[in-house]
Nanobody, 124 residues
């Protein structure tokens, strides 16, 4: 069993930056793929970014590619999402998710474990 706890959300002006963190407990991330998803009011939960813990390869959605960077800290069993050049359309609840496997998946149903979410609000 993996427990995920996100932190780092908040209110920021357009063009600003935030860094989200997702800390895992219960088990290490070493055999997992970790993803970030987001859900805006009235919209479906959508894939944002993912990382293979082994090797560290990453994948991003087109909407955030070039602005967001996902990374990991092995010692802290934590993943991060650095979000730069934020836009009002990035406003959403951001969720960390994990799945056993070797490949990043962009569908939410592929992930077994979820955090509680953290709110990100970008003002114009």
């Amino acid at each position: 069993q993996v427990q995920l706890v996100e932190s780092g959300g908040g209110l920021v002006q357009a063009g600003g930056s935030l860094r989200l963190s997702c800390a895992a407990s219960g088990r290490t991330f070493s055999s997992y793929v970790v993803g970030w998803f987001r859900q805006a009011p009235g919209k479906e939960r959508e894939f944002v970014a993912g990382i293979r813990w082994s090797g560290g390869s990453t994948q991003y959605s087109d909407s955030v590619n070039g602005r967001f960077t996902m990374s990991r800290d092995n010692a802290k069993n934590t993943v991060y999402l650095q979000m730069n050049s934020l836009k009002p359309e990035d406003t959403a609840v951001y969720y960390c998710a994990a799945r056993l496997g070797i490949g990043v998946r962009t569908t939410k149903d592929a992930y077994n474990y979820w955090g509680q979410g953290t709110q990100v609000t970008v003002s114009s």
